[in-house]
T-cell receptor, first 114, second 116 residues
Framework: AQSVSQHNHHVILSEAASLELGCNYS??????LFWYVQYPGQHLQLLLK??????LVKGIKGFEAEFIKSKFSFNLRKPSVQWSDTAEYFC????????????FGSGTRLSIRP | DGGITQSPKYLFRKEGQNVTLSCEQN?????MYWYRQDPGQGLRLIYY???????QKGDIAEGYSVSREKKESFPLTVTSAQKNPTAFYLC???????????????FGEGSWLTVV
């Protein structure tokens, strides 16, 4: 079955700590990959996306993600988090063969201690 | 302003009643989606539509129905057959062009449905 796994359900960090959130998917073909963020009380917005080319993708607010095809992974990273990064983060996958179907992971809640 | 409008924002339903959630977009997007968001379960796909008059079941379509008579509109009906309908429902859309921002999915602000 097609799936997207985010193994970290809740991550708690102090400000200035480094962040890495895991995302793995279970489809072997060509994929488009996304990270979305949902700040408290706000709707989902795109952080970054990968379509093709350089597997290291840079997004907004200092976030980046690396696509490792051999590991079916698209982990999200940030070298130094801020309190304002407190939010829920969702990984999503669209496989070219699925046409428009997009599947999301279960989300990771990130809490930053000031 | 361009965007996705969901209504109502909050809705209460009695058990055994059907209810319809509205989703309208003025982004000229071809594809539209309905997701359900529950704590700890992320976003689960209910239905999606790639084009007018066509729609496909997602992972949790049982107890839901949709229609796509117009490009701008993709209403979701939560029927009495849905066993656990209390949730936050998100509508989304995107263009199906592959280049540029074609694959980015944009979300509405969501609708809270509570069954009482």
């Amino acid at each position: 079955a097609q799936s997207v796994s985010q193994h970290n359900h809740h991550v708690i960090l102090s400000e200035a700590a480094s962040l890495e959130l895991g995302c793995n998917y279970s489809y072997g073909g060509t994929v488009n990959l996304f990270w979305y963020v949902q700040y408290p009380g706000q709707h989902l917005q795109l952080l970054l996306k990968y379509f093709s080319g350089d597997p290291l993708v840079k997004g907004i607010k200092g976030f980046e993600a690396e696509f490792i095809k051999s590991k079916f992974s698209f982990n999200l990273r940030k070298p130094s988090v801020q309190w304002s990064d407190t939010a829920e983060y969702f990984c999503a996958v669209n496989a070219r063969r699925w046409a428009s179907k997009i599947i999301f992971g279960s989300g990771t809640r990130l809490s930053i201690r000031p | 302003d361009g965007g996705i409008t969901q209504s109502p924002k909050y809705l209460f339903r009695k058990e055994g009643q059907n209810v319809t959630l509205s989703c309208e977009q003025n982004l000229n997007h071809d594809a539209m989606y309905w997701y359900r968001q529950d704590p700890g379960q992320g976003l689960r796909l209910i239905y999606y539509s790639q084009i007018v008059n066509d729609f496909q079941k997602g992972d949790i379509a049982e107890g839901y129905s949709v229609s796509r008579e117009k490009k701008e509109s993709f209403p979701l009906t939560v029927t009495s057959a849905q066993k656990n309908p209390t949730a936050f429902y998100l509508c989304a859309s995107r263009t199906t062009r592959l280049e540029g921002s074609g694959n980015t999915i944009y979300f509405g602000e969501g609708s809270w449905l509570t069954v009482v």
